[in-house]
């Protein structure tokens, strides 16, 4: 009850991707609560096409690393350590495709951790637009190439402008 639906809503967006019609893209800051690792390993066996985007700088590295690898992430090409050393790469979110074609999003202020599932008032949202889950399948695209601040940020601005207030 402490997570007051929250785990299992995420268990239950990523447990979407039931075979080869699916893709997962996620990218995740804190990523070191094991029970949402072991969903995404199932997802793969289920054989859906998952890749994680984790945090490989902070003081997280070893925590993420260890999840990871206790799930067995890194023997299924499913995680990209993002390794740029600039600030705080504080994404949380999931994409889900089928047939490669973005459906929805799971984002919010939860990170993939115990304290941040159980232990904090986050929040989760799952949005079910498919313009702005392509919004976010872009960014994480970028994100993917691991490109320095200096060289995202103009990518950035391009799919998300700020709006002219007209």
Do not use: C, M
């Amino acid at each position: 009850w402490l997570s007051r639906g929250l785990f299992e809503a995420l268990l239950n967006f990523i447990g979407q991707a039931t075979n080869e019609d699916y893709s997962l893209r996620a990218a995740l800051y804190e990523f070191h609560y094991q029970p949402i690792a072991n969903a995404f390993r199932s997802a793969v066996e289920a054989g859906a096409d998952v890749k994680i985007i984790y945090d490989a700088e902070s003081t997280y590295k070893v925590e993420n690393l260890a999840t990871i690898q206790a799930a067995g992430l890194d023997e299924t090409n499913s995680v990209i350590p993002r390794t740029v050393t600039e600030g705080i790469r504080h994404n949380k979110f999931i994409v889900l495709l089928k047939k490669n074609k973005p459906i929805a999003v799971w984002t919010g202020s939860t990170n993939i951790s115990a304290g941040g599932i159980f232990g904090h008032s986050n929040v989760g949202h799952i949005i079910r637009d498919k313009d702005t889950a392509k919004a976010y399948s872009d960014y994480w695209d970028l994100l993917s190439q691991n490109l320095t601040p200096t060289k995202i940020r103009p990518f950035v601005k391009e799919l998300s402008p700020i709006p002219s207030g007209k």
